[in-house]
């Protein structure tokens, strides 16, 4: 009960947070390219609801929601997304370089498929220590195409390493469709080529990525290997903030298919179901919404006012 | 003449190029749609035989492009930003690079990889290393970075003609850029750098983004009476040193100016050619303005303060008087 | 049933060829690297059998196989293993980089993994210049893991090309176990991570090689796809020549495992099984032997008296 | 003091640093049986969980090690010959590299990635090129290239005990070369060159299998009464510029030797360094030596004709006098 609130809370912390993200980005506030999470929260909540804060996790160049997902602080990403000193890298990484190692959280990353093999290597770190952590790398189903999957899988199932691999499957890459490029339906059928257990799973249902992400969780920590999870899930945006002005009417996706995936939003899954069951009122959920939405204001709030890293600041940060 | 972007004149340069010769095609993640390299809208005029959206696997698609090229075809391999050429660096130097001479000349591999290079728009480390040095260094490739519209044209038209590999790098910062370019069927040979700007006392070489930089630079000089002339080698290599060496012979002084970072750069390679070649025509030390030898920073402030700066240069040549 | 003789004849070559070379190196007479193809044999030529000349292989580092059942030429080859002028490289390639273009055959590769993403290329250029041409990919089983191996196969799946991939599995990468560096037993597995067919076949039986490459080659030139091949088949020599001299005792195949695998000669076998079948004399197999025998000794000669390449040829072969 | 060959002193730096530091660990392809850099024999004093024989994944086993060296382990990855490197390039250079610098100092990577670098036996083009340029003009690594088994003993120590990414590169060719190693805990310190010769008439930069033909010829020119002073910068990044300026200082005669290719090599960083900040000592053009612009021919002949020689290193002396 209490962890369906914990789910739901991330979830509703991402998408508050990205919402405003996407505001911001069209106000020219932000620098950068943005890779907006909306849509597939469901996925990042619901496997670091099973996580440890020692447990560690590796994102990609859409890496908002995973960060906040592992319990990431709001100020010093907003921070981070406006360049400022107090932003968790500095104003050094910027949205796809977003991390926190103090919650396990060991980076977003700008190359597709750059970040599984990190994730593989923090679950060797885990086994050679003699500790139980476990790692989680999380990637796209176009990442799942590029070498380092493919080698990272691999090496983690050999080794027999505490790691899950979660592809969130949106169906996309950029703008173009997976079927073009992947030459299998299901990710998750590719777990066969590396001998170990494949699953496929809801990615818009909360509950049910929590379930899997659980059992994969309890193999790893057992020392029984990886597992393969494949969420599938959508983006509700673009694959970048500003792609409609971008493509310049270049579409991609047909109106059948938006308006269907609309209909799939794992927030409002999710807030229907723990009425049912329940788990708590539309006054709490509402409470809880202007909690979130005031932390958020908050945050853009601390990073207008944070200070601008000095520019000598390059020369710091580089070696030890 | 005409005024356009960079990117449509790269468009342009393709849409010619495919049109001329049929064994020309074009593939890359998104090519169809276009993501940066000005391929959108070739999908309608040449179809999926020709413009064709890869899997993200730059290594399998280099490569691929390289048994594409030694069977007879010229493919050109968008593979969007510079620093993903590090994933398919194996299959370029190995195998497109290679090829021909490890097999004692069996093979030509008439390929064209394109991607953008460099920093400027705060696209984070990932996406922002300026990394024509690799390729400088590395045997038997070909490297073109143009510094404007125009000149991206006529070098893509001479980059997709030529028998050998080559690295297309379109500086990321130039993309929208626009520039006059002349009509018809504008051809920019490789190998053949171009005097941006005349001077008397200072020979500067920048390439890509930093011409403009070094152009900027020229007029604020200008003004204190410092006549500077700025050469654009266009192709990194083979480049024009000649050029740069006569330059130097009338100027006495000498400025490099790049984007990549400063060791084993490009400009240390200017510089070294010029000590090296017209040691004795130098008043002064040769001077270099390079990225600063850190990451690429998202900051806009940070990522300025990385990317040499009009200042800077200034700076430079007011070092070598 | 000439097939068969045909098939037998470039494992011959291949096998003739070979001991050459091992003893040629054994006598420190080749500069380099050797990688032999002795036990390997009825995979290169069960499959190049079913090619056309215009076909194209991109082969590996044990490359000197591939080359002979291709249809390369013996003096070119000998002459390119010592370095000599009149090599089919001028003495750039060396024994990791011979190619013969003219016949299709785009190069030996020292980068393990490292031809495959080019045999692709071929096939990809095949479909393009509509011809009906196929390309073959040999490969390893340490190379299956390689990003360029996933990469490749995927990229051949989703665009349909004529291309067949065929894992020499002889259970070694160098000197380590399959099994403790690759996730799967069976190579061919991986297939279905592409949506292509994988088929397993026995490496040492020449026939049973030819009849899968025959259905996966006419799969190919009829626009059907690719085929992952894996070929169960093992190396009667070391990883490397020199190997046991380099290894100082360091001993990784068992005596049991060595013994097996002799039993399963791919020579041996299709010899026994061509006089039973009728489809050649003791006495036709004999003089087969020698004339072959007798070509090799021929190229040594062709190499020994071939001209020493000059210095200055190093700046040839450039650019176009 | 004891002779031992350049394999053997790694081996013994290896087993040393891991014995002393139960975080350090080693993994790679075969470093179990050991293919080169001296890994054999470790795994029967370390175990499995120490020496890791790894699948033939570059990319993935150089990724994982960023992952495990930011988690609190020291890796060394031996990814066996330094062209092997371009297929891990990528996880290199944005992950290992950069993680401290773009996540703002909250991650430290120490990790060292061992090789073997450049040619000399007829290993071909895809095994022989010298790779350091490229790990040179990246930013945020240090580079290695000792020139004798006592510097390997010493600079392997350091570098596993440096918190920062470090290639070490062997080269090839020294592989079974042997020198006296001091006894007990020989370290070198990252980044302080040596004069391997004294000399007031001219100065040799030079790194890794190029010392010794530096020496050579400096012996050579010696006949002639030239004296040349021979420096080895040991490490590549951060480089001991001060030692070599000194020198040239002194010397006012500079030649830069360097097993690379020419374009972009060490040989350029060195002139370019020389001639920018040593220009007023200098007496005459400094001189490049570096490996001929092509991939590696497979022929004894012609890899030696690519090489750089002692012929071609007493050539460039003599064209400095
Ligand atoms: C190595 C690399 N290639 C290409 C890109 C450009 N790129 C950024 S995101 C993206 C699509 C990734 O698709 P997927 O893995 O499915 O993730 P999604 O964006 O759908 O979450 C691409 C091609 C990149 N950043 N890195
Ligand atoms: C990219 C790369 N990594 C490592 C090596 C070193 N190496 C050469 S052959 C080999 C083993 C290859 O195993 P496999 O693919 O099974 O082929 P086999 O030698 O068994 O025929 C290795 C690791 C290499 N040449 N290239
Ligand atoms: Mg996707
Ligand atoms: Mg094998």
Same mark, same amino acid.
């Given at each position: 009960?209490?962890?369906?609130?914990?789910?739901?809370?991330?979830?509703?912390?991402?998408?508050?947070?990205?919402?405003?993200v996407g505001v911001l980005f069209s106000q020219g506030q932000l620098p950068g390219f943005v890779h907006?999470?909306?849509?597939?929260?469901?996925?990042?909540?619901?496997?670091?609801?099973?996580?440890?804060?020692?447990?560690?996790?590796?994102?990609?160049?859409?890496?908002?929601?995973?960060?906040?997902?592992?319990?990431?602080?709001?100020?010093r990403m907003m921070a981070e997304l406006f360049g400022k000193a107090t932003g968790y890298c500095k104003g050094k990484g910027g949205s796809m370089h977003i991390a926190d190692f103090s919650i396990g959280m060991l980076g977003a990353c700008g190359i597709v498929g750059g970040g599984i093999p990190m994730a593989v290597?923090?679950?060797?770190?885990?086994?050679?220590?003699?500790?139980? +952590?476990?790692?989680?790398?999380?990637?796209?189903?176009?990442?799942?195409n590029e070498g380092s999957f493919h080698e990272s899988v691999n090496l983690a199932a050999v080794q027999n390493l505490p790691v899950l691999f979660?592809?969130?499957?949106?169906?996309y890459g950029e703008f173009t469709p997976m079927e073009k490029v992947t030459g299998v339906r299901d990710i998750a059928l590719r777990a066969q080529g590396y001998g170990i257990p494949g699953v496929i799973v809801d990615g818009t249902d909360a509950l049910a990525v929590y379930e899997v992400a659980q059992t994969a969780v309890a193999r790893a920590r057992a020392g029984e290997g990886p597992t393969l999870i494949e969420a599938k899930t959508h983006r509700k945006g673009g694959h970048a903030e500003g792609e409609k002005a971008f493509l310049a009417g270049g579409?991609?996706?047909?109106?059948?298919? !938006?308006? +269907?995936?609309?209909?799939?939003?794992?927030?409002?899954?999710?807030?229907?179901?723990?009425?049912?069951?329940?788990?708590?009122?539309?006054?709490?959920?509402?409470?809880?919404? +202007?909690?979130?939405?005031?932390?958020?204001?908050?945050?853009?709030?601390f990073a207008r006012r944070s200070p601008d890293p000095k520019p000598e600041s390059i020369y710091e940060d580089m070696w030890v | 003449m005409a005024k356009k972007t960079y990117v449509a004149a790269i468009k342009d340069a393709l849409a010619e190029?495919?049109?001329?010769?049929?064994?020309?095609? !074009?593939?890359?993640?998104?090519?169809?749609l276009g993501v940066f390299a000005g391929t959108r809208g070739l999908h309608a005029e040449f179809g999926d035989a020709r413009v064709i959206d890869t899997p993200i696997s730059e290594l399998g698609v280099a490569g691929a492009g390289v048994g594409a090229a030694v069977t007879g075809l010229r493919p050109i391999v968008d593979l969007m930003f510079g620093t993903f050429l590090y994933l398919a660096l194996d299959q370029i130097v190995q195998q497109a690079a290679s090829a021909r001479y490890m097999f004692g000349g069996q093979a030509k591999a008439p390929i064209v990889y394109m991607v953008q290079n460099g920093g400027g728009i705060s696209a984070g480390a990932h996406h922002s290393q300026a990394v024509h040095p690799i390729f400088m260094n590395v045997p038997l490739l070909k490297v073109v970075m143009p510094s404007n519209a125009a000149d991206a044209k006529g070098l893509l038209k001479a980059a997709i003609r030529d028998d050998n590999p080559v690295i297309f790098l379109s500086p990321l910062s130039l993309t929208g850029s626009r520039a006059d370019i002349p009509d018809g069927d504008h051809f920019v040979p490789l190998g053949k750098g171009e005097i941006k700007r005349n001077g008397r006392d200072v020979t500067i070489c920048a390439a890509g983004a930093m011409v403009q930089k070094s152009l900027l630079a020229a007029e604020i000089l200008a003004k204190d009476g410092i006549e500077v002339e700025v050469i654009d080698p266009r192709t990194l290599k083979p480049w024009d040193e000649e050029m740069v060496l006569e330059s130097v012979a009338r100027t006495g002084r000498f400025v490099a100016v790049d984007e990549s970072k400063p060791?084993?750069?490009?400009?240390?390679?200017?510089?070294?050619?010029?000590?090296?070649k017209a040691?004795?025509? !130098?008043?002064?030390?040769? +001077?270099?303005?390079?990225g600063k030898d850190v990451a690429s920073p998202f900051s806009p402030i940070l990522e300025s303060a990385v990317i040499p700066s009009v200042d800077e240069v200034v700076a430079a040549v007011k070092r070598v008087m």
């Open positions: 009960m209490e962890k369906i609130l914990d789910i739901y809370t991330r979830m509703l912390r991402i998408r508050r947070f990205e919402e405003q907006l999470y909306v849509g597939e929260e469901a996925v990042g909540a619901g496997v670091c609801a099973t996580l440890r804060n020692d447990d560690y996790i590796v994102s990609t160049h859409r890496g908002h929601g995973h960060v906040i997902a592992k319990g990431g602080d709001f100020n290597g923090a679950g060797l770190s885990a086994k050679l220590r003699g500790t139980d +952590q476990v790692s989680v790398s999380f990637f796209g189903d176009g990442a799942s979660v592809c969130e499957n949106n169906q579409v991609y996706r047909s109106a059948e298919e !938006l308006a +269907q995936m609309q209909a799939k939003d794992p927030i409002v899954l999710l807030h229907k179901r723990m009425l049912e069951m329940g788990v708590a009122t539309p006054n709490d959920l509402e409470e809880l919404d +202007q909690t979130i939405t005031q932390a958020v204001v908050e945050s853009v709030a | 190029e495919m049109r001329r010769d049929s064994t020309v095609f !074009l593939m890359g993640e998104d090519v169809r060791i084993c750069g490009a400009a240390s390679e200017w510089a070294a050619t010029v000590s090296e040691f004795s025509f !130098l008043k002064a030390a040769p +001077q270099r303005v390079s």
